[in-house]
């Protein structure tokens, strides 16, 4: 029961404090009241990766309250994957909680993320408007890999990342199941900033040209199509 899992949580706060990675996804019985309060109260200073996937629409508000801790001094990967309907809806599904513009503002402009070195944003639609938010934010600059799988990203969303001196360090761009297209390829090629990028992950449906494909090889090093 909800009751149990809560209980169950709050004994792993009080005995775990050294506990370096959590997973929280898929709480949509459990919220993240809970795991927040514990947040709060230090239960969690060595925590340096957290998983939130797949939030529930009520969970997912929540994100605010989450950004604006203190307590999470040794965070570096956060994950907050979108959920991603398939098969049956849910008898409880009543809006789709998309990470939209306040809620990322809210997180980006945090004191959390300008310690983080991975952020994983896959599935959440993307508008440009959240990419330039995304790439003009200090708080980005110590971004080690950044995963934007199946975000809806085009040409010229990668126009805004390929431009951003703040993710000059990045060395790892998931890009899968974006229709990035030949332009966007060559503005990722093109960026006088990714001199770190060693990493590009692309969607093999992506239809690039062969020097395309050999040109994000030579620049990047190692380049993947992925199915």
């Given at each position: ?65 989450l950004a604006l801790t203190l307590n999470l001094p040794a ?42 070195t991975h952020l994983d944003l896959s599935k959440n639609q ?102």
């Amino acid at each position: 029961s909800g009751t149990w899992i809560n209980a169950e949580l709050l004994h792993l706060g009080r005995q775990a404090p050294a506990l370096q990675s959590l997973d929280l996804s898929h709480t949509r019985g459990l919220g993240l009241t809970i795991p927040l309060s514990m947040i709060h109260s230090h239960a969690f200073p060595y925590l340096r990766a957290l998983k939130l996937d797949n939030l529930s629409p009520d969970s997912v508000e929540q994100v605010q309250e989450l950004a604006l801790t203190l307590n999470l001094p040794a965070l570096r990967q956060l994950s907050i994957q979108s959920w991603t309907r398939t098969g049956p809806v849910p008898e409880w599904w009543d809006e789709a909680p998309d990470l939209c513009i306040d809620r990322l503002n809210a997180l980006i402009h945090s004191p959390m993320i300008e310690r983080l070195t991975h952020l994983d944003l896959s599935k959440n639609q993307l508008s440009t408007e959240m990419i330039d938010l995304l790439a003009s934010a200090n708080e980005t600059c110590n971004l080690l890999c950044l995963r934007l799988a199946d975000c809806g990203l085009r040409a010229e969303q990668m126009e805004i990342l390929a431009g951003s001196a703040h993710l000059s360090k990045l060395r790892i761009l998931d890009l899968r199941g974006n229709p990035i297209g030949e332009n966007g390829a060559r503005e990722l090629i093109e960026s006088p900033h990714f001199n770190d990028l060693h990493t590009i992950y692309v969607d093999r449906k992506v239809n690039l040209t062969r020097r395309a494909r050999k040109d994000l090889e030579a620049r990047f090093g190692s380049f993947s199509l992925q199915s």
